[in-house]
């Protein structure tokens, strides 16, 4: 069941390490970033679509896309300028 | 999972792949995994208001219209906050831009293209 187990990394080269490491750092970033698009999609569905009466259609209006693009600019505005709020903060 | 089978005769370069694929398999199922508790969540919320005996077909029919409203979405936000992070991460002078975009790869393709 495990695959894991059989795969013997004694046997890796040191450059494939190094590679392999890489690949490792990247898929992180990645998924990092992932988790912030399913977190602002989920934010941002409960503001531009929830609670907007019935969903009739399996795409997005213009109005609906409008707003999720601007949803996601605002956020970013916002964790922008609650970082220089606090860095201004530390001055004092 | 038989492809791992019999590790006797791999080389750095076998096991290398091998271990590039899965990770980058369990990546993405996390992935679709994490999307798809979203989506029941919102959907179940959206389009079943009051539970009855079962699902009714106005009720089927507003999940799969509510389904693809929500991966599209998540395509819009996934490339509006990439392109976002891009910009702000040059104006800072750090990683470039392109290096940041390649990352929104991961994301879910087209509209019904994640359970592929």
């Given at each position: 069941?495990?695959?894991?187990?059989?795969?013997?990394?004694?046997?890796?080269?040191?450059?494939?390490?190094?590679?392999?490491n890489q690949v490792l750092t990247n898929e992180a970033q990645k998924s990092t970033i992932q988790q912030t698009v399913h977190h602002l999609n989920d934010v941002c569905w409960k503001k531009c679509v929830a609670g907007k009466g019935k969903i009739t259609a399996g795409s997005l209006d213009r109005t609906e896309e409008a707003c999720a693009q601007n949803c996601v600019e605002r956020w970013m505005d916002t964790?922008?300028?609650?970082?220089?709020?606090?860095?201004?903060?530390?001055?004092? | 999972?038989?492809?791992?089978?019999?590790?006797?005769?791999?080389?750095?370069?076998?096991?290398?792949?091998?271990?590039?694929?899965?990770?980058?398999?369990?990546?993405?199922?996390?992935?679709?995994?994490?999307?798809?508790?979203?989506?029941?969540?919102?959907?179940?919320?959206?389009?079943?208001?009051?539970?009855?005996?079962?699902?009714?077909?106005?009720?089927?029919?507003?999940?799969?219209?509510?389904?693809?409203?929500?991966?599209?979405?998540?395509?819009?936000?996934?490339?509006?906050?990439?392109?976002?992070?891009?910009?702000?991460?040059?104006?800072?002078?750090?990683?470039?831009?392109?290096?940041?975009?390649?990352?929104?790869?991961?994301?879910?393709?087209?509209?019904?293209?994640?359970?592929?």
């Amino acid at each position: 069941m495990d695959p894991q187990t059989q795969v013997d990394i004694s046997k890796l080269s040191d450059a494939d390490k190094k590679e392999l490491n890489q690949v490792l750092t990247n898929e992180a970033q990645k998924s990092t970033i992932q988790q912030t698009v399913h977190h602002l999609n989920d934010v941002c569905w409960k503001k531009c679509v929830a609670g907007k009466g019935k969903i009739t259609a399996g795409s997005l209006d213009r109005t609906e896309e409008a707003c999720a693009q601007n949803c996601v600019e605002r956020w970013m505005d916002t964790n922008l300028s609650i970082l220089k709020n606090l860095d201004s903060m530390r001055g004092h | 999972m038989s492809m791992f089978g019999s590790s006797s005769n791999k080389s750095s370069e076998d096991v290398k792949t091998a271990l590039v694929r899965q990770l980058q398999q369990e990546a993405a199922m996390t992935n679709a995994r994490a999307l798809i508790g979203k989506i029941n969540e919102h959907c179940f919320d959206a389009c079943v208001p009051a539970p009855g005996s079962s699902l009714s077909s106005k009720e089927s029919g507003c999940l799969s219209s509510c389904m693809e409203k929500y991966i599209a979405m998540w395509n819009i936000t996934s490339r509006t906050y990439v392109a976002r992070v891009g910009q702000e991460s040059k104006r800072m002078g750090g990683q470039d831009a392109s290096a940041i975009a390649s990352m929104a790869t991961g994301a879910p393709e087209g509209g019904s293209g994640v359970m592929g």
